[in-house]
């Protein structure tokens, strides 16, 4: 060494670069804890850990001073030596402060690595200060700039390492932070030892106020306190880490969860394509940019035709099978761009990005036609459907969102209305289905309001000898403004608004009173009236109690009700239908299942319920003389039916030979245009006079009138 008069203790210098490694180690995985924490967390990992690893590097040189062992034994001054230890911690928090930026520029970097590195050279000649030596120590200039130089060096070296090592988004192994320690303490004793080097002690100095501890002892003591508190900051640092990364996981994992929830709120649970919120969302969007950029887009709307009919005749199962397989081909049809979204049961919208032109959206909708033409093959069935596409473009049809969307659906609907399974663009005078629906919606309550709905009566014919066996009584609806408005759009109508309770109700009473009033009358034999049910009013909480209420009121024998149900009305909740048809039953009401053969067709099924007869679908009885198939069904039908003691009436019977048909397999009864038309109470009366006068033939009366 420089200085003659002393020499090294090389395990107190091993000691020393062990505490500046464990220091610098400290010191990476503080500045880790400070990038990661925020608010008064963050203060007191700075602070806490800038007192850590400042008394570190402050106890390196301190035992690195110790490890110089002279033939007289020193003593430290109190103050300098706090004044210098408090510098280590400075240039600590200046080092951590330092680290926490996004960006560590060149500049940022050299500028804090200066600091830094003076900021220790402070705390090692301050340290050196405090040794009570006369003469006072001098130092060489060279190997003193030298040791600033390293200082700063190290320093900038430190900076990096930190700063490199402690990514906010993943914790670095390990063996990267020892490695970087282990340069870090290399740079420190470094700094240190050139700074002993520095040193020009005279050969008379005579030190003052020498402890009573052995150098060995104070550095072992000084290792062991310093330890401690790093020790201490590392294992408060590892725990704060441990809870981070489990609030971490913990906030990824809730992060996942209003993601699947988002996703769940934004889809539709069956397709997974968007639904109308995340469309609108989406809608609005394309219109700020085409807006913006004056381009042109559109909106198309698509309706699958006929697809009620599937699910009434084939299940909801296989309708939920079709409307994925049609969302798959929907989907293929679009260009990559294009977002299609479900936003009914079987309905679509479709958006078109900007600019997108009239003669490319004609181009989509074509597409989308097509796809839906050909057969969907499902659990070993061919089903056939079609669309209907309507069109509305930006800007000549609409402004915003919502009035492009109900002008596609009025396209939609006009699509449908010429004839299904081609797309139309809208055109001014188009009205939507919506509004349509809202139209009739206010005249029926208005109607329903006003009494001004009639009911027609279409008689049942024995098939043995054409006899009246009963009447059906059928809704029918003149409307001042709409015209002639057939039931199976009111229906349907009522059915989703609601009406169709006060609806049920008014068509039951107004039968039953007219039917006693015929009875009271005697215009001709006492038959049973047949009055359709829909779903809705079957599952009344109420329902047997209104009818009771109704028959009461109008004084009709229940004996001369009978209620008409659908095959799909019956089986949507089977065990609450076998309870409330059963009660009626019990009263006297005559059970039927209409329409029979368009829905579940499964009489081993049906035979648990009380029913006294079926009927017929007509769209089978149309076929009976012209189709195999369709003669085949009636008859096996009508075998079926007999076997279980039910009676039964055929719907639609037009012809003569229709009518023989059904005789040769023991039909008991008919109806349909052979015989009449549904008719006014007043036409049915004078119809019923002259089928009494000659019932071989068709009356002149039913070729007149009829409603």
């Given at each position: 060494m420089t200085n003659m008069q002393g020499s090294y203790d090389w395990a107190l210098v091993a000691l020393s670069f062990v505490v500046a490694v464990m220091a610098s180690y400290s010191a990476l995985d503080l500045a880790g804890r400070v990038r990661a924490s925020t608010g008064i967390a963050k203060r007191l990992w700075l602070w806490g850990g800038a007192f850590a690893m400042g008394t570190g590097i402050w106890a390196m040189h301190f035992i690195g001073m110790l490890a110089y062992v002279m033939p007289v034994r020193m003593g430290y001054d109190f103050t300098m030596t706090a004044i210098s230890m408090a510098a280590a911690v400075f240039a600590s928090a200046l080092a951590l402060k330092i680290v926490n930026v996004a960006h560590l520029t060149r500049l940022h970097m050299a500028s804090g690595g200066l600091a830094m590195g003076l900021g220790i050279c402070v705390m090692h000649y301050l340290g050196m200060e405090a040794m009570e030596m006369t003469p006072p120590i001098h130092y060489d200039p060279t190997i003193f700039s030298l040791s600033v130089l390293i200082a700063v060096a190290a320093s900038t070296a430190a900076l990096f390492l930190a700063f490199r090592l402690n990514d906010k988004n993943r914790r670095t192994p390990i063996w990267h932070r020892l490695v970087a320690a282990l340069v870090m303490g290399v740079g420190i004793c470094g700094m240190h030892y050139t700074g002993m080097a520095a040193a020009e002690m005279a050969p008379d100095a005579v030190g003052a106020g020498a402890s009573s501890m052995s150098p060995t002892q104070m550095s072992v003591s000084i290792a062991l306190v310093a330890g401690c508190i790093m020790l201490s900051g590392l294992v408060l640092s590892i725990f704060d880490a441990h809870l981070a990364s489990r609030n971490a996981k913990l906030a990824s994992s809730l992060q996942e969860a209003n993601d699947e929830l988002k996703s769940m709120v934004l889809h539709d649970t069956m397709t997974r394509l968007p639904n109308r919120l995340l469309f609108e969302e989406k809608l609005s969007q394309f219109l700020t940019i085409a807006k913006r950029q004056q381009q042109p887009f559109s909106v198309l709307f698509v309706d699958l035709d006929r697809f009620k009919n599937v699910n009434d005749s084939l299940g909801h199962h296989i309708g939920d099978q079709l409307i994925k397989q049609a969302a798959k081909r929907l989907t293929a049809a679009l260009r990559e761009d294009d977002i299609v979204a479900r936003v009914g049961g079987d309905e679509f919208l479709v958006l078109t990005p900007p600019a997108t032109?009239?003669?490319?959206?004609?181009?989509?909708?074509?597409?989308?036609?097509?796809?839906?033409?050909?057969?969907?093959?499902?659990?070993?069935?061919?089903?056939?459907?079609?669309?209907?596409?309507?069109?509305?473009?930006?800007?000549?049809?609409?402004?915003?969102?919502?009035?492009?969307?109900?002008?596609?659906?009025?396209?939609?609907?006009?699509?449908?209305?010429?004839?299904?399974?081609?797309?139309?663009?809208?055109?001014?005078?188009?009205?939507?289905?919506?509004?349509?629906?809202?139209?009739?919606?206010?005249?029926?309550?208005?109607?329903?309001?006003?009494?001004?709905?009639?009911?027609?009566?279409?008689?049942?014919?024995?098939?043995?000898?054409?006899?009246?066996?009963?009447?059906?009584?059928?809704?029918?609806?003149?409307?001042?403004?709409?015209?002639?408005?057939?039931?199976?759009?009111?229906?349907?109508?009522?059915?989703?608004?609601?009406?169709?309770?006060?609806?049920?109700?008014?068509?039951?009473?107004?039968?039953?009173?007219?039917?006693?009033?015929?009875?009271?009358?005697?215009?001709?034999?006492?038959?049973?009236?047949?009055?359709?049910?829909?779903?809705?009013?079957?599952?009344?909480?109420?329902?047997?109690?209104?009818?009771?209420?109704?028959?009461?009121?109008?004084?009709?024998?229940?004996?001369?009700?009978?209620?008409?149900?659908?095959?799909?009305?019956?089986?949507?909740?089977?065990?609450?239908?076998?309870?409330?048809?059963?009660?009626?039953?019990?009263?006297?009401?005559?059970?039927?299942?209409?329409?029979?053969?368009?829905?579940?067709?499964?009489?081993?099924?049906?035979?648990?319920?009380?029913?006294?007869?079926?009927?017929?679908?007509r769209s089978f009885t149309a076929g009976v003389t012209k189709d195999a198939q369709d003669a085949a069904i009636v008859k096996a039908v009508i075998a079926l039916a007999h076997s279980l003691q039910l009676d039964v009436v055929a719907e639609g019977v037009e012809t003569q030979d229709q009518l023989e048909f059904i005789r040769s397999l023991q039909g008991e009864q008919y109806q349909g245009f052979l015989c009449s038309k549904a008719l006014s109470p007043a036409d049915l009366e004078a119809f019923m006079q002259s089928w009494k006068d000659n019932s071989s033939v068709l009356p002149e009366i039913v070729k007149e009138k009829g409603a």
């Open positions: 032109d009239i003669e490319q959206s004609a181009g989509i909708a074509r597409r989308i036609v097509d796809a839906m033409a050909s057969a969907f093959e499902i659990e070993g069935s061919e089903i056939r459907i079609s669309s209907s596409v309507g069109i509305s473009c930006y800007p000549q049809n609409g402004q915003d969102g919502h009035e492009l969307m109900v002008h596609a659906d009025a396209a939609m609907y006009n699509a449908k209305a010429s004839g299904r399974n081609n797309f139309q663009f809208f055109e001014a005078g188009m009205v939507s289905k919506a509004e349509q629906r809202n139209h009739i919606e206010k005249r029926l309550r208005l109607a329903l309001d006003n009494e001004t709905l009639t009911l027609a009566y279409q008689p049942k014919i024995s098939a043995a000898d054409n006899s009246l066996t009963g009447l059906e009584a059928l809704l029918r609806w003149h409307d001042d403004e709409l015209g002639i408005v057939p039931p199976d759009k009111v229906i349907p109508l009522a059915e989703d608004t609601g009406l169709i309770l006060p609806l049920g109700e008014w068509v039951l009473r107004t039968a039953c009173k007219q039917t006693l009033a015929w009875h009271q009358h005697g215009q001709f034999t006492k038959v049973p009236v047949a009055v359709n049910l829909s779903p809705v009013q079957l599952n009344q909480h109420d329902f047997i109690e209104r009818v009771v209420a109704i028959l009461n009121e109008t004084g009709l024998d229940p004996r001369y009700l009978e209620l008409e149900l659908t095959e799909s009305a019956v089986m949507q909740n089977p065990d609450r239908a076998n309870t409330i048809l059963t009660a009626l039953r019990d009263l006297g009401i005559k059970i039927s299942i209409d329409d029979f053969g368009t829905g579940y067709s499964n009489l081993a099924k049906l035979k648990r319920f009380p029913i006294d007869r079926l009927k017929i679908d």
